[in-house]
């Protein structure tokens, strides 16, 4: 029997990628870097040759020449010494870089980056 994994990470990544379809401006486009998937070794060795690196945030938006990322974060969740490092790399090079654990804080970055969004996020109240 197959093991089912909780990965709520991935689900939230699924979710913002959903909230960025409709509230991006359409002259942006957005996409997932998949470096989180597991590789065997030989697989992981060749996408390095590929230039795969390591700490890429997990979203990239290009927006008006201007290149931002998210790096998506659930609980309590840390960037690893190589996320550090990349995000840093990536900032001194004029990309705009924000941690987000939650849709909310993926619509504050945005915001705060000037983009003119097309639809704001509002979770649904819950039930009394």
């Not at 990965?7 to 486009?29: M, S």
């Not at 390591?54 to 998506?72: K, Q, R, S, T």
């Amino acid at each position: 029997m197959a093991r089912i994994r909780n990965r709520p990470e991935q689900k939230l990544q699924q979710e913002i990628g959903q909230y960025l379809d409709f509230a991006l401006p359409k002259d942006a486009f957005w996409f997932a870097v998949p470096n989180a998937a597991r590789r065997g070794v030989v697989e992981a060795m060749n996408f390095k040759r590929m230039g795969m690196k390591a700490g890429i945030p997990d979203i990239c938006i290009i927006y008006c020449g201007l290149a931002f990322a998210c790096e998506i974060k659930t609980g309590k969740g840390k960037l690893s010494p190589a996320q550090v490092l990349m995000h840093y790399r990536l900032a001194r090079a004029g990309m705009r870089v924000a941690v987000c654990r939650s849709i909310e804080d993926v619509e504050t970055a945005l915001v705060g980056w000037a983009f003119p969004l097309a639809a704001r996020f509002r979770r649904a109240p819950k039930a009394a």
